[in-house]
């Protein structure tokens, strides 16, 4: 019962968010007998956590439908609140080591969707190729998407807001994607100097601190600070407001403040678009790979080494890297720079240009990328498909994005319940299919024998 009488029936109890917003994700919930409702659950000791944890009037927690807390006090909310203490058994103190040791361990899941069993059934071959096909689609989309752009905008400034958006990597791109709109005019070769671009970038963003302790951040602040004076009246009414920039929850190494600053030297160096066009698509004996693409994206001070610039030896202006530097591009985003950007845009290009040699030729390279890294949405579809992980499939970075292809158009429609999901039928299709080609082969061998 809520702590207002009405009855609560748990339809699903949503999935278990890992990441920070609401504790519980797209439940499913009748509240006192009205039609079910889908939304998010918080969880708080108490029901002020609401306030005190800032929780109201945050958008990130805008779908909250149920509030869960322990015990309930004096003062009155206008949400519902199901308060826990006089339903368990169990004191607090007991509940609290327990939820972090075993709970994982010890709940039912409620997590693997109605797909999870035809999917076992199916060999490992036959969902590679659906987590291909998914993955054809993305490619297809991507493509389409950029060379519908690029008759507005031209080729280059499609790269530059694909480049931005995939720096903004996952909670950040749409602020990335307006940056790359607002330095447009800045992109032409060898314009600026990078400190230049640097207190542009981070000017307009709102990211450049205004105090901080004496030291090398101090004083790269500064000087960034020195150039931006100058120019932040022309800029005054796009600078974006702080706000827009989700940093809960974001790895030291994907601060938006050190993604733009690689990017300000993309835009320095002048020359990076036409590197990648010289490179990988005028140049038949130097197909594109993961070391040379690398190469390319790699800045000169940004190379992680002792005489790297400040970037190479600070996350963010605020954290310096204790140990050994570190390079302004890893793997892991080369990797998402070429599968989200650069891949699909020189397809589109050499599609565009009528080369069907060079685009099948990009696309395999684009079908055989290795593995990007693993994160918490294909964690999170892995245990909704298989329960975990599925055995004998080889994982490379289009399959990983076939996997997301399949979340976004089956499991986000369909929500915890998998209403009207049309993927287990898929599914059931290529397991009949097999049996089929299966059985054929088994008669086939027979007739032989
Ligand atoms: S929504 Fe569809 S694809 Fe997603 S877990 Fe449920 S059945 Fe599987």
């Not at 599914?427 to 089929?436: G, Q």
């Amino acid at each position: 019962m809520t702590s207002d009488g009405r009855p609560i029936h748990v339809l699903h109890p949503g999935f278990w968010n890992q990441e920070p917003g609401p504790d519980f994700r797209d439940a499913v919930l009748q509240l006192g007998g009205g039609t079910p409702s889908v939304g998010d659950v918080e969880i708080d000791v108490n029901a002020g956590g609401w306030e005190g944890h800032g929780h109201a009037g945050n958008p990130a927690y805008a779908r909250v439908v149920l509030q869960v807390i322990w015990e309930t006090g004096s003062r009155r909310v206008d949400r519902p609140v199901l308060a826990l203490k006089s339903v368990l058994d169990s004191p607090l103190g007991e509940l609290g080591p327990w939820l972090d040791d075993e709970a994982a361990e010890t709940l039912p899941s409620s997590t693997p969707g109605r797909c999870c069993g035809p999917l076992r059934s199916v060999p490992a071959d036959a969902t590679t190729g659906l987590l291909d096909q998914a993955a054809a689609c993305r490619l297809e989309r991507k493509v389409a998407e950029f060379t519908a752009r690029a008759r507005h905008l031209g080729w280059e400034p499609v790269l530059w807001e694909a480049l931005f958006s995939a720096l903004g990597y996952k909670h950040n791109v749409w602020p990335m994607r307006r940056l790359a709109e607002l330095m447009r005019p800045a992109s032409a070769p060898g314009r600026e100097a990078v400190d230049v671009l640097e207190a542009r970038l981070l000017g307009l963003a709102g990211l450049l601190p205004a105090d901080l302790p004496p030291g090398p951040a101090a004083r790269h602040a500064r000087l960034l600070w020195d150039i931006w004076w100058r120019e932040r009246d022309a800029w005054s009414e796009l600078i974006l407001p702080p706000t827009v920039w989700r940093r809960a929850g974001i790895r030291p190494a994907n601060h938006p403040q050190r993604r733009l600053a690689l990017a300000a030297r993309w835009l320095a160096s002048g020359d990076l678009v036409d590197r990648l066009e010289r490179s990988f698509l005028r140049n038949d004996d130097d197909p594109i790979s993961p070391a040379k693409l690398a190469r390319q994206l790699m800045p000169e001070d940004g190379g992680g080494n002792e005489s790297g610039g400040f970037w190479c030896h600070h996350w963010t202006f605020r954290s310096a890297i204790p140990f050994h530097p570190v390079p302004l591009l890893g793997p892991a985003r080369a990797t998402d720079l070429a599968i989200n950007a650069i891949l699909p845009w020189l397809i589109a290009r050499a599609r565009t240009g009528r080369d069907p040699d060079l685009a099948g030729r990009l696309e395999q390279q684009w079908f055989e990328w290795p593995t990007g890294q693993d994160n918490a949405d294909l964690r999170f579809a892995r245990r909704r498909l298989w329960a975990g992980n599925p055995n004998g499939i080889r994982w490379t970075a289009a399959r990983q994005q076939g996997l997301l292809q399949i979340r976004r158009d089956f499991c986000q429609p369909a929500g915890a319940l998998c209403s009207d999901c049309r993927f287990p039928d898929l599914v059931e299709n290529v397991r009949l299919e097999n049996h089929s080609g299966d059985s054929k082969e088994s008669r086939g061998g027979k007739n032989r024998e």
